[in-house]
C-alpha cells in the first residue's frame, strides 16, 4: 500500500506532464491573441500608437511558460531516477517506459543552428533554406516534447491505476494555464485602445476643423468643391479637400487640393491647370499663373496652419519649367523638380494616341 506522501507524488507527477505540455502549446500560441490585440489597435485605431507594455507582457508570458515547462518537465524527469518514486515502481511490481530522446532533441537543436546560419547567407535561395531548417527544427522540438510528456503521463497513470489512486482531473488547471494569461494579456491592451480611440477623437476634431475652414472658403468661391469628412471615416494620411475654380467638367478649369494632416495642419498643397493646346501658349502660361495666384490666395484665407510657409510662398510656376514649356510642342511631357519634394510638371499624350479623352494640364505639387 501506498502512503498519502507516495500518492501526492503521483498526483503532482500526473498533473506536471500535462501541464507542461500545456505550457510548452501556449508558449507558441500565446502569440495568436497577441496579434489579434496588434490587429485590433491597427484596424479599429488606425495603430495611432503602439502599446510598448502590451508587447512586454507577452513576452514575459512566453518567458513563464518556458519556465514553467522547464521547471514541470525536469521535474518528473528528475523525480522518476529518484529514490522515492523507484520504491513506487518496486511496490507496483512493474516495468514502465524509459526512451532516450536525446538524439532527437540533439537533431532538432542541430535543424535549428543550421537553420539561423543559413538565414545570414546571401544567397535568396540559403535563406529559404534556413526558414526551412528553423521551420523543421520547431516541428521536431513539438514533437519530442509531445512523445516524451505522452510518456511519463502514461507511465504514471500506469502506476497509479495498479494502486487504485484517483487521478485529479487536469482540466480546471488547464483551462486555468490558458486563459488566465490570455486575460492578463488581453486586460493589458485595454489601457491601448482607450487611449487610442481618445487620439483618434482628438484628432478627428482638429482636422475637421481645418478641412471645414477650407471648405467654407473654397464654397464662396469656386465652382466645384470637394473634400473627405474625417468624422465619416478617419484617415491616418490626412484628409483632401480640392476646390475647382468653375463646374467640374468646364474646359480650361483649374484646381487646388489641399492635405490636411491629423493635427489640422496643411502637409501638402497641388495646383492642377488645364492647358488649351490649340491657344497660344503665353496665354496658357498667364492664365495657369493667374489661377495659381487665385487659388493659393483662398488657401491662405482659410487661416488654416501650414507645415511649412514655403508651401504658401510659391505663387508661381518655376522659371525652369516654363522655359522647357516654351520649347516643347503640345504633345510633350515636361517635369521640373523644385527642392527635395515638390515637382512642376506638364501632362499629355503623344500628337499619334490624342483623342477626345485625353488631356493636358499642368501640375504643380508642393511638400515639405
Not at 529518484?82 to 536525446?102: C, M, P, R
Not at 527544427?137 to 503521463?153: N, R, Y
Not at 482628438?202 to 475652414?213: D, R
Request: hydrophobic share 40%.
Amino acid at each position: 500500500m501506498l502512503n498519502a506522501q507516495e500518492k501526492h507524488l503521483i498526483k503532482k507527477y500526473y498533473l506536471f506532464t500535462i501541464l507542461s505540455k500545456v505550457s510548452f502549446i501556449m508558449a507558441l500560441l500565446i502569440g495568436i491573441p497577441w496579434i489579434i490585440c496588434c490587429m485590433i489597435n491597427d484596424i479599429a485605431y488606425e495603430g495611432v500608437s503602439f502599446s510598448m507594455v502590451g508587447m512586454y507582457v507577452y513576452l514575459a508570458l512566453v518567458l513563464l511558460y518556458m519556465i514553467a515547462f522547464c521547471y514541470m518537465l525536469i521535474s518528473v524527469r528528475r523525480g522518476v531516477k529518484k529514490e522515492a518514486w523507484q520504491k513506487i515502481v518496486e511496490k507496483a511490481q512493474v516495468t514502465l517506459s524509459n526512451k532516450d530522446y536525446s538524439d532527437q532533441l540533439t537533431m532538432a537543436v542541430g535543424a535549428g543552428a543550421a537553420g539561423r546560419l543559413l538565414r545570414n547567407a546571401d544567397s535568396t535561395h540559403m535563406q529559404n533554406a534556413g526558414k526551412a531548417f528553423e521551420v523543421l527544427a520547431a516541428a521536431g522540438s513539438a514533437i519530442t516534447v509531445h512523445q516524451m510528456t505522452k510518456e511519463m503521463a502514461q507511465n504514471v497513470r500506469l502506476v497509479a491505476g495498479i494502486f487504485s489512486v484517483e487521478l485529479p482531473k487536469a482540466s480546471k488547471y488547464v483551462l486555468s494555464v490558458i486563459l488566465i494569461p490570455i486575460m492578463i494579456l488581453v486586460g493589458s491592451y485595454i489601457p491601448q485602445f482607450v487611449s487610442s480611440s481618445r487620439i483618434l477623437e482628438e484628432h478627428v476634431a482638429v482636422s475637421s476643423e481645418s478641412v471645414h475652414a477650407l471648405e467654407s472658403v473654397m464654397d464662396a468661391e469656386c465652382g466645384f468643391v470637394f473634400a473627405d469628412d474625417p468624422k465619416e471615416r478617419y484617415n491616418s494620411s490626412g484628409y483632401r479637400v480640392t476646390g475647382y475654380l468653375k463646374e467640374f467638367d468646364t474646359p480650361n478649369n483649374a484646381s487646388v487640393s489641399v492635405l490636411v494632416g491629423n493635427d489640422g495642419v496643411i502637409e501638402k498643397v497641388s495646383y492642377s491647370i488645364d492647358v488649351d493646346i490649340h491657344g497660344d501658349k503665353e496665354e496658357n502660361l498667364q492664365r495657369a499663373q493667374q489661377s495659381i495666384q487665385q487659388l493659393n490666395s483662398l488657401v491662405k484665407k482659410s487661416g488654416v496652419a501650414v507645415q511649412e510657409e514655403e508651401l504658401l510662398q510659391v505663387t508661381e510656376l518655376p522659371e525652369e519649367f516654363v522655359a522647357q514649356f516654351r520649347e516643347t510642342s503640345y504633345y510633350e511631357k515636361v517635369r521640373v523638380s523644385v527642392g527635395e519634394n515638390s515637382s512642376c510638371s506638364y501632362y499629355t499624350s503623344p500628337e499619334d494616341q490624342y483623342d477626345e479623352y485625353s488631356s493636358s494640364y499642368i501640375y504643380l505639387n508642393l511638400a515639405p
